[in-house]
């Protein structure tokens, strides 16, 4: 009786050299959410929606949140290509 064995190399996954397109855009909205943001915190502008005051906190808020997901989106696609 013959028996033959078949090694195969291990499968390598394909190197990306790029963010995915959906990505890109993500860290770009967030990028501007944050930068409008912080340009309302440098400048002073006020916010009215239907007549009532937008607080100031909630730039900062809006900062934090939209900079923080930019930052981690952005880090999670350059840790894939590492």
């Known amino acids: 009786m013959i028996c033959l ?10 190197k990306e050299t790029a963010m995915k397109p959906f990505t890109t855009i993500a860290v770009a909205v967030f990028t501007l ?3 409008v943001h ?3 915190i ?7 929606i239907q007549g009532a005051v937008v607080p100031m906190w909630a730039s900062y808020l ?3 949140v939209a900079g923080g997901l930019a ?6 696609s350059r840790q894939g290509k590492a």
């Open 62 to 64: 809006g900062l934090v």
């Open 33 to 35: 959410v944050a930068l």
């Open 71 to 76: 930052f981690l989106l952005w880090r999670e």
């Open 5 to 14: 064995v078949v090694r195969r190399a291990p499968r390598q996954a394909p």
């Open 42 to 48: 440098l400048m002073g502008w006020e916010v009215l």
């Open 38 to 40: 912080l340009l309302r």
